[in-house]
């Protein structure tokens, strides 16, 4: 019988993809910097026993009904909002994604940018750089406290709960909105759980981490802005799609919020001219919140990890429709 084939749709490390190389036909699209095009893509899943995958890829059920071989999608990331997991279920396919292994450095990054934000990090740093530093003085760039204040979060899994950790070593109030009760994070860290509009009335930062869904789609607009605290900063470490970006942009300009801090945008790549990069008050990221190397390293692992275990008929380390389909 043929060996199976993978194709993977970027450049990964080749010491992370050598035990898939062990039983299966290893295509890589070997370009760091640019993505796959869809008619390569659509080509190569038709002969396809899996496919690896990342977040910018859109796996649809144009790919599902065209990829006839397809057992397993192995999605480089936690978030799988770009695949149709409903069609992929349909014809078979189990949809695998990276839990756990990145939570840890995704809270890192989420602190890190509420950090960044709050007390201006990255325009101060700008500030020397371009030379500005004449002299000291009392409020020169004096941005927000952090320690004692109120942080809310919003989406309280596994990503939420070690942001939360980090917030107590700050003494920070934690209230938290999520679909069900986090019995954990109220026992262990403290954290309040708090009506979504209490969120937004009480915290002074207010940090999204939900997935994308169509409940979550543009969760994040006007009015919901203009219930937060004027000196609130809004974090986005979720997905991009939770945002109405032209309500945030009018909320910052109107001083309905005092700024915000973002890892993740409605359609990226966002160019240098983008609304919100154009704006002093927000930070903004390239989606790097689980990009240290080592946790890059390890979700490539878990990837090659979980499709080699589908082909060989096993339950992978992360599937999310592995019930359904088995
Ligand atoms: C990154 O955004 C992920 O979902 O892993």
């Known amino acids: 019988m043929d060996n199976p084939s993978v194709f993977i749709t970027r450049k990964v490390p080749e010491d992370t993809i050598a035990p898939l190389r062990e039983v299966a036909d290893v295509k890589m699209w070997d370009y760091e910097d640019t993505p796959v095009p ?6 190569e899943a038709e002969t396809a026993t899996a496919l690896y995958t ?30 149709d997991v409903g069609a992929a279920t349909e014809h078979g396919v189990v949809v695998c994604n990276t839990p756990d292994v990145l939570t840890d450095t995704t809270a890192d990054l989420a602190f890190a940018l509420l ?29 927000q406290d952090i320690h004692h204040k109120t942080l809310g979060i919003v989406g309280m899994g596994r990503i939420g709960e070690s942001v939360a950790k980090r917030a107590t ?19 262990e860290l403290g954290a309040t759980y708090a009506l979504f509009d209490e969120i937004l009335e009480r915290a002074d930062f207010v940090l999204n981490l939900t997935p994308l869904t169509s409940e979550t789609k543009g969760m994040f607009n006007r009015n919901v802005f203009s219930k937060m605290k004027k000196n609130a900063i809004f974090l986005n470490v ?39 990069v154009q704006l002093p008050n927000v ?44």
């Open 283 to 326: 930070v903004c990221l390239p989606h790097i919140g689980s990009a240290s190397v080592e946790t890059r390293k390890a979700m490539c692992s878990l990837t090659a990890r979980n499709i080699r275990n589908v082909l060989s008929g096993e339950r992978p380390e992360a599937a999310v429709n592995w019930d359904e389909i088995k």
């Open 115 to 143: 950090m960044a934000a709050a007390r201006r990090i990255p325009e101060a740093e700008q500030y020397i750089k371009e030379g500005k530093w004449g002299n000291w003085s009392p409020l020169l760039l004096a941005g």
């Open 169 to 187: 070593g700050f003494e920070m109030e934690i209230l938290y909105h999520n679909r069900s009760r986090n019995e954990k994070a109220e026992k």
């Open 238 to 276: 979720g997905r991009g799609g939770a945002v109405v970006e032209e309500d945030l942009v009018a909320a910052i300009k109107q001083g309905d919020i005092a700024g915000a801090g973002l890892d993740v945008f409605q359609k990226e790549p966002i160019p240098e001219d983008h609304p919100l």
């Open 54 to 83: 990342i977040l910018s890829d859109g796996i649809d059920r144009e790919l599902f009904e065209r990829a006839k071989h397809l057992k397993v999608v192995g999605n480089l990331a936690v978030g799988y909002d770009n695949v």
């Open 38 to 43: 869809r008619d390569i893509l659509l080509e």
